[in-house]
């Protein structure tokens, strides 16, 4: 299925000392090459963080003004690159860079998004817990939703005009990485030179 997607990679990452979460490794691959290789297959991948972050040529890379707003100015400020493409894929996967297992919840989306009829958008939960930035929207309305004032403000209240359905998705395949122990039990949690704090 033809779809785009936008990876927030900011953030203060308060609880892990400022350490960058997208450049924590696991000996082989920090969690931002974990997650442009989840979506490979996207036509247009926007990596919203630091300047200076590692990203392949056919990645953009953006960043939410002003910096530290919050993950909805950084995926407005994802949408406005994918507008400016002019020929963006019709659905746009939404993911923040720290869930070391995000590639597992990928097929379940695009199922979702592919058989959708009326939905706008569906928005990830395992467990009973709900993860807003692990979605897939229909990139014109979420690009509209998101041309608003984000500035601090949460993804499910930027998102709400477009009442996404919730999607179970694989257990652990949104777990995400705020703490050093979490990042030990993930096996990422090795810091890499790059990106600001």
Not at 25 to 54: C, F, H, I, Q, R
Not at 58 to 67: A, G, K, S
């Amino acid at each position: 299925m033809d779809y785009n997607a936008i990876i927030v990679a900011g953030g203060r990452s308060s609880r892990l000392g400022g350490t960058p979460k997208a450049l924590l490794s696991n000996g082989a691959v920090t969690l931002l090459d974990s997650t442009l290789l989840a979506v490979s297959s996207a036509k247009y991948k926007v990596v919203v963080g630091p300047e200076n972050l590692p990203v392949p040529p056919e990645v953009h890379l953006t960043r939410e003004q002003p910096v530290f707003s919050g993950p909805a100015a950084a995926l407005a400020a994802g949408a406005r690159v994918l507008k400016s493409t002019g020929d963006y894929a019709p659905w746009t996967a939404i993911f923040s860079v720290d869930m070391p297992h995000i590639a597992e919840a990928i097929p379940a989306l695009l199922t979702a998004a592919a058989q959708a009829n009326h939905q706008v958008g569906f928005m990830g939960q395992a467990g009973g817990v709900l993860q807003p930035l692990a979605g897939i929207y229909r990139t014109h309305q979420l690009v509209e939703a998101l041309k608003g004032e984000m500035d601090n403000k949460s993804v499910r209240s930027a998102l709400r005009t477009l009442n996404p359905e919730t999607i179970e998705l694989p257990a652990r395949s949104i777990d995400d990485v705020d703490t050093w122990e979490q990042a030990r039990t993930s096996g990422f949690d090795q810091p890499t030179a790059g990106g600001d704090r």
